[in-house]
Nanobody
Framework: QGQLVESGGGLVHPGGSLRLACAVSGRTYSSHVLGWFRQAPGKEREFVAAIRYDGRSYYSNSVKGRFTISRDRAENTVYLQMNNLNAEDAAVYYC????????????WGQGTQVTVSS
């Protein structure tokens, strides 16, 4: 499967915005689902958002209405626009390639840290 490299994390104030990017290279298929998961300290990794090959997107209830996932096929990149961030959004965000929205595949990126603090 493909190699994944995340970028765009950082420190943001509550209510602020960040855009994460995940560059996908290597062996991937157009039918794959690209997704974002996150893991906060002491918590299990959880699903955030996913986008299917046909553009249909999926979100966890905790981010619905605030986060937007998109993909650029030409650049083989998937983005996560995060708005109105709060402390509960602070975590390491991971990009993932799978076959079913919400269920992680075997390929993970190295993660990018998102910190929300005033």
């Amino acid at each position: 499967q493909g190699q994944l490299v995340e970028s765009g994390g950082g420190l943001v104030h509550p209510g602020g915005s960040l855009r994460l990017a995940c560059a996908v290279s290597g062996r991937t298929y157009s039918s794959h689902v690209l997704g974002w998961f996150r893991q906060a300290p002491g918590k299990e990794r959880e699903f955030v958002a996913a986008i299917r090959y046909d553009g249909r997107s999926y979100y966890s209830n905790s981010v619905k209405g605030r986060f937007t996932i998109s993909r650029d096929r030409a650049e083989n990149t998937v983005y996560l626009q995060m708005n109105n961030l709060n402390a509960e959004d602070a975590a390491v965000y991971y990009c993932n390639v799978g076959t079913t929205p919400g269920e992680p595949g075997r390929s993970w990126g190295q993660g990018t840290q998102v910190t929300v603090s005033s």
